[in-house]
Each structure stands twice: as structure tokens, then as C-alpha cells.
């Protein structure tokens, strides 16, 4: 191999070595969360859904919104990128592997949550026997599988390079059939100008196709809500409105991700306040469409005559029902996200940060606000109800399994980075041609 | 010395101390404006109200008494709704009740005689009377209206081609009682339609008659019957009166629509959803083998490299 280990990389080497007391500890903690989420999901399986607090009314209640959010994560990784290596963007470089971990790893949890909500897991087999062409279901299942597939193969592919600086660290101290993995998902790469060039046609290929099917398949999970007749979801603006909501979670999503890498990882070389500035400017550009979207969306709504509209907007605009919910999502994802990011003197890497959490939070909320009101507020009524089945609340076993969903999450993100480095080795071996 | 000292700062700070009492004066002068202002609009809390009395004369007989309550903060107008009015009438010197209303979101109470009575039985005018009693904002309101008996009745005919809708009008006089031929009043030809009446024609009487041209072209029910009414509006002796008829002169529309057929419940997707399905399965995965064939070939590259 021409190219020789950097002195940059070698900073890396520890952290992908035998894994510290202190990691195990974390992933303990992280693990036995996870079970409660595993016993949770035994009991939900053997009860049935009566454990939750969804009923004949509301049949989607934290699970959807979670695997919405979830996905919206995963789209937005493949989309910055896949959008960072194909348009060439050079100062995102150092954040486009991050992006690409959020991809894979909220994609891998989140189609977990619809199952969760599914009352007979044991027929889902049927979604792949008897698939309909003509169900919104059916396109989402092919699009997550896809996006998955390709996905998992576009990282691969961006993971060659590395791959093959890691097989060829002859001092790496790491187990043998790490080593052998790294071998053979080098795919015999040894940095010579035609293995460049094809690498760099096949990362391009990928990337120039994953940004259309990102935003395809996140339109087509708004159109299972879209296509139903619902108030506020048979709007056509519903499908933009997530692709946009997702590109603006997932920014505040690679954003609260960079800030924790940087400190576990001490990536200040790499991950600079720049970045957060720059990843500012995006949210801000972001929350000004995100703005004008959510108004547009409820505004041309609200103009809807029907009863069960008027219904609606009266639970979301009440403060006794869901009206505190609504304008902390509002502030939280708008307001407050825009003033932030809107002033160039509040960008610090700890402001830009804080407001990227407040925007996962709101956007989380507001996706509950989409989800569970309009559940609860049917065109066509059942004649005189249980009132426990019209009001939704989430159960304490729902929100474990929530709880469990991030710990699995997080147990993901510490493993993938113990088996490669968190900053593209590249990145590193040009900020070391830059220092000399 | 000391003495001098406090004159002479009185004196300069004396403009200042004349300012300051003008100011508190004219802002107690304000206040006792404000207040005598206060008691004035206190007095004026009482609203004045305006009352309107229509008498209707429907195509079946039916008489109906419509009141109009309303009331006017400078010069606007608002309707005044959820009021009672009591509706009486004079006849042969006495007093009948016919009943209270309450007024609608539109100001509007009305009563309806039934065609069953026999309202000019013994006379040829009733006195009308519609009242508001008032409570603590709003004054009391009410409106007297004398009604002559009057008669008006429509024929359709098809002549050279042409349809026609021939009114015919008669009225007793004010002074007499007599019957007479009604001159000088517009009447209109109104056919109904959904949510409100369309203007067929308008023509003023002459003789007690008119005679309006009736278009082909109305869409009617199933079988093309209209509802089709003849109407004297607002007349000061006769008040408003109308004949309304059924007539098949219409063209019959059907408004059944069909069931679009629910082409997604069908078990075959339409072709269209197939061809653009297959459409981007194809081309979405002929990217993904294309960048395979990149990576193997970048394999095989690698393998020659370490032979060498």
C-alpha cells in the first residue's frame, strides 16, 4: 500500500482497540434498558395490545411517531451524505461518515416501532405473500427494504478506503477476525489511481441515486398518512412537509451527534466550530421553509368547513387538551430555532447544539400532534364510545419501549465506532498535509 | 439672608410651580369631564330599535307575518337576535293574538295563518301590529301594517312556439272594498334552484296582467318539472303576494351520479401504477448493480496489484 499511517490516525487507533471498562460499563447500562424494552415487547406480544394505550380510535400512538422520526433521521443521514460526497462539499467531509452512521443505524431501529404498533405480527409475512401494488403500506415496505439495502452498501463502499488503511496497521492491536473483516470489506483496495477512480464512479453512482430514493421513501411514508381520510392528513402538502421536516430534524440530529463525538472522541481538529456555524446556517434556512411549510399546512386547513376539522383545531389551539403541546412544538422548532440561528452573534457550538435538541424535541412533538388528535378526531365517529377508547395516552410499558428504542440506538452508535473511525481516514490525512 | 434665599427661589421656580398647577387643574377638568362623558353613555345605553313588518302571501294561501328587529350604534346596523315579538291583528274592531317569535340570527320573527282561516271573511283589510316589548338596553319597538285582500293567479301557455307564464292580479281599494284590476307593480317570475330563486322575467302590470316570455332551457328535476312562482314584492296595500305552481318545463336531468368505480380495491393496480412501479424499480436498482460492477471490478484491479 503506497500511502503510509499518519500520525493523525494513530490518534483514532485507541479508540478502536480493546474497548475500556469504562465503555463496557455504558453498554451495561445501555443493555439492560434494552431488555426491559425486550421483556416489554414479550408482554405486548403475549397481553396483546390492551397493555397499550391504543385503542379502536387511536391505533397509532408513540410507536408510529417514533418510527416516523426515526426514519426522518435516517433519510436526512442519507441525504446529507450522500449530498456531501456527491455535490463535493469539502468542509462537510469530516461530518458526512456521522451522517452516514445516523443513516444506517436509525434505519436498522426505527421500522421496529410499526411492528410494535402491528396487532397480529404473526401475518406480517402476508405484507410480502400478498403484496398490493396499490397500497401505501406495500410502497413503504419495498422503500424501507431499499433504502436499507442501499443504505448499508453505499457506507461499505465509503468504508473502503479505511478498510484498507485499518488491514494494512500492522501495530492495531484488535482481535483476529476483526482484522479479517477489515480484509475482506477492503475489497483488495490499495489506493492505486484506477481503484480511485472506480471507487470514487461507484460512491457517486450510489450517492446520486440515494438522494432521489431518500426523498421518495420518505413520501411515501406521508402518504400513509396522506391517502387516508383524515383531517389535516389528505393534504398534498403532507409529503414535502416530511421530506422537509426530515432534512430539518436530521441536520439537528447530525448536529447533537457531532457535539457528542467530538467530546467522547476529541475531534476538535476535525469538527470545528465552523461546522456548527455553517450546520447553523443550514437550520436556519431550513426552519424558514419548515416555518412557512407548518403554516401553510394548517392555515389552508383550517379554512376546511368540516366538523371534525373544526374539532380538531379546537383540541390543537385548547390549552386544556393539546394546546400547551402544540406551541411548545412551535417554540421549540420554530421560534426559539430561528432567533438562535438567525443571529449570527448566539452561534457558539453549545448554542447551535442545545437548539438542535430542542428542535429533535419539537419536531418529535409536533409529529405526536399529527399523529394523535387527528386519530381522535374521525370525519365518521363510532356512535357513543368508551371514552377511554377515543383519548389516547401513552402507557408507562410504551414509553419503556421508547426508552429501549434510543438505548438500542446508542448501543449501535458505540459498537459501529469501535469498528471504524468516526472521521473518514481521508479528512485526516489531508489535515495533515495542511499542517506540513 | 436666608430669607432672601428661599423668595428668590420661589420666584425662579414659580413658572414651574403655575405649570404644575395648571396641569394638575386641567387634568382634574379632564377627569370631571371624563366622568360627566361616563354618565352620559350611561344614559345612552339605552339603544334605539328599529322594527320592519312584512305581510306574505304564499302561493297555497298561507299568510305569514315577518318581523325585522334591529338596532343602531351610530350608523351601523345590527340584526337583533333571540328577542321575543308579539304578533296581533285587528279585525272588525278586535284584537287577536296570533302569537309571540323569537328573532333569529337575522333579526327575523315570523308567524304563520294558517289558509284554513278565513282572514277577510267579514272585512276586506286587517290591521296588522308586531311588537318588541323592550327590556333595560334596548327601547321597545313596534310596526303597524293594514293589508287589503288580493288575489293573484297564473297561467302557462305555449303559444307560436313560445312559452309564456300570463299573471293575473286583483285587489280590493282602499276606500271601497271593491275589486279591482292592480296596476302599476312589478311582478316577477322566479323559478327556484338550489339555494336560491333565479329571475325568469319582470314586467310591470297593466290591466291587472302580465304576460312573460318562459325559456326552454331550465334544467328541471328527473322528469323537468320547475317550481315556478309569480310575485308581487313589498306592495303598500297587499303587502307581498305570490302563486307558485309545479310545472314540467324543465329539461329532466339526472343527478344520479354513479359510484366512480374504486379502482384501487380492484385485486389487478391500473397499468398506469404498474408501468411507473416497475418503472423506478428498474431504474433505481440498474444504479445499484452498476455501482456493484464498479466495486467488483475495483476487487479484481486489487488482486492483479498484489500479484504484481
Known amino acids: 500500500m503506497e500511502h503510509t499511517v499518519n500520525k493523525n490516525i494513530e490518534k483514532f487507533v485507541p ?53 416516523v422520526i426515526f426514519l426522518g433521521f435516517s433519510y436526512a443521514g442519507t441525504l446529507i451524505g450522500a449530498g456531501i460526497h456527491f455535490f463535493k462539499i469539502r468542509w462537510g467531509h469530516p461530518i458526512s461518515r456521522l451522517a452516514e452512521f445516523i443513516n444506517i443505524i436509525f434505519l436498522i431501529i426505527g421500522p421496529f416501532f410499526i411492528l410494535f404498533c402491528m396487532g397480529r405480527l404473526d401475518r ?177 386547513d383550517w379554512y376546511n368547513i368540516s366538523k371534525a376539522s373544526q374539532a380538531l383545531y379546537s383540541k390543537l389551539f385548547t390549552f386544556s387538551e393539546y394546546g400547551f403541546m402544540f406551541w411548545s412544538a412551535i417554540g421549540m422548532s420554530i421560534i426559539i430555532p430561528l432567533i438562535v440561528t438567525g443571529i449570527p452573534k448566539l452561534h457558539s457550538i453549545k448554542s447551535i447544539t442545545l437548539v438542535s435538541g430542542l428542535i429533535i424535541v419539537g419536531t418529535w412533538v409536533k409529529q405526536y400532534l399529527l399523529v394523535v388528535p387527528t386519530l381522535e378526531t374521525p370525519f365518521l365517529p363510532i356512535q357513543d364510545p368508551m371514552q377511554e377508547w377515543v383519548k389516547y395516552t401513552a402507557t408507562l410499558k410504551e414509553w419503556v419501549l421508547i426508552i429501549a428504542g434510543f438505548a438500542a440506538i446508542l448501543m449501535l452508535f458505540s459498537i459501529v465506532s469501535k469498528l471504524v473511525p468516526a472521521i473518514p481516514f481521508e479528512c485526516t490525512c489531508e489535515e495533515e498535509k495542511n499542517n506540513h | 439672608m436666608k430669607k432672601y434665599n428661599i423668595i428668590n427661589c420661589l420666584s425662579s421656580k414659580l413658572p414651574f410651580l403655575l405649570a404644575f398647577l395648571f396641569f394638575f387643574t386641567t387634568l382634574q377638568g379632564f377627569a370631571q369631564d371624563a366622568e360627566e362623558e361616563e354618565t352620559e353613555t350611561e344614559e345612552n345605553s339605552v339603544y334605539k330599535t328599529t322594527m320592519r313588518l312584512s305581510y306574505i302571501k304564499r302561493g297555497d294561501d298561507t299568510k305569514m307575518l315577518l318581523a325585522n328587529l334591529t338596532y343602531k350604534i351610530d350608523k351601523d346596523k345590527y340584526n337583533l337576535s333571540g328577542f321575543e315579538v308579539a304578533f296581533t291583528m285587528m279585525q272588525n274592531d278586535e284584537k287577536i293574538d296570533l302569537g309571540t317569535a323569537f328573532t333569529n340570527e337575522n333579526g327575523d320573527a315570523f308567524v304563520y295563518i294558517s289558509p284554513d282561516y278565513q282572514l277577510f271573511a267579514d272585512t276586506f283589510f286587517v290591521d296588522f301590529n308586531a311588537k318588541f316589548a323592550g327590556n333595560d338596553t334596548l327601547k321597545r319597538a313596534s310596526k303597524s301594517a293594514t293589508i287589503y285582500n288580493s288575489r293573484i293567479t297564473t297561467d302557462f301557455i305555449e303559444e307560436d312556439s313560445l312559452r309564456f307564464v300570463k299573471v293575473k292580479v286583483i285587489g280590493v281599494t282602499e276606500e271601497t272594498g271593491d275589486t279591482v284590476d292592480i296596476e302599476e307593480a312589478a311582478v316577477m317570475i322566479l323559478v327556484k334552484r338550489l339555494h336560491s330563486e333565479f329571475l325568469v322575467g319582470e314586467e310591470e302590470l297593466s290591466g291587472g296582467r302580465a304576460n312573460i316570455e318562459f325559456p326552454f332551457d331550465l334544467p328541471g328535476d328527473s322528469i323537468g318539472n320547475l317550481i315556478v312562482t309569480a310575485r308581487i314584492e313589498d306592495h303598500e296595500l297587499y303587502g307581498t303576494i305570490e302563486s307558485t305552481q309545479i310545472i314540467q318545463w324543465g329539461t329532466p336531468v339526472s343527478y344520479n351520479v354513479e359510484d366512480l368505480p374504486p379502482t384501487l380495491w380492484t385485486d389487478e393496480a391500473p397499468a398506469w401504477m404498474l408501468i411507473t412501479f416497475w418503472i423506478i424499480i428498474f431504474g433505481v436498482w440498474i444504479h445499484f448493480f452498476w455501482a456493484i460492477v464498479k466495486v467488483v471490478k475495483l476487487s479484481k484491479l486489487g488482486k492483479v496489484h498484489q500479484k504484481l
Open chain 1, 124 to 300: 406480517l409475512h402476508y405484507l410480502f405473500i400478498y403484496p398490493r401494488i396499490q397500497s401505501p403500506i406495500t410502497w413503504d415496505v419495498i422503500a424501507v427494504v431499499t433504502d436499507l439495502i442501499f443504505g448499508l452498501v453505499y457506507i461499505f463502499i465509503t468504508f473502503i478506503k479505511d478498510f484498507a488503511r485499518l488491514r494494512d496497521m500492522e501495530n492495531l492491536k484488535i482481535a483476529n477476525w476483526r482484522k479479517k473483516i477489515y480484509r475482506i470489506f477492503a475489497f483488495n483496495y490499495h489506493d492505486t489511481p484506477e481503484q480511485q477512480k472506480l471507487l470514487r464512479q461507484a460512491t457517486n453512482i450510489l450517492g446520486a441515486i440515494l438522494i432521489p430514493i431518500s426523498i421518495i421513501a420518505y413520501s411515501l411514508l406521508a402518504w400513509i398518512f396522506g391517502m387516508t381520510i383524515r383531517p389535516v392528513w389528505h393534504s398534498s402538502i403532507f409529503a414535502p412537509l416530511f421530506v422537509l421536516t426530515a432534512a430539518y430534524s436530521g441536520i439537528a440530529m447530525l448536529i447533537v451527534v457531532a457535539f457528542f463525538y467530538r467530546k467522547i472522541y476529541k475531534l476538535e481538529d476535525y469538527i470545528t466550530p465552523k461546522h456548527f456555524s455553517n450546520l447553523g446556517y443550514v437550520l436556519l434556512y431550513l426552519g424558514l421553509f419548515y416555518a412557512y411549510f407548518t403554516f401553510s399546512q394548517y392555515f389552508t
Open chain 1, 15 to 67: 479508540y478502536l482497540e480493546r474497548p475500556t471498562g469504562k465503555w463496557y460499563l455504558w453498554m451495561g447500562v445501555l443493555f439492560v434498558i434494552f431488555l426491559m424494552g425486550v421483556y416489554v415487547l414479550i408482554n405486548q406480544i403475549v397481553e396483546g395490545q390492551v397493555i397499550t394505550g391504543m385503542r379502536d380510535y387511536v391505533f397509532w400512538g408513540i410507536y408510529k411517531v417514533n418510527f
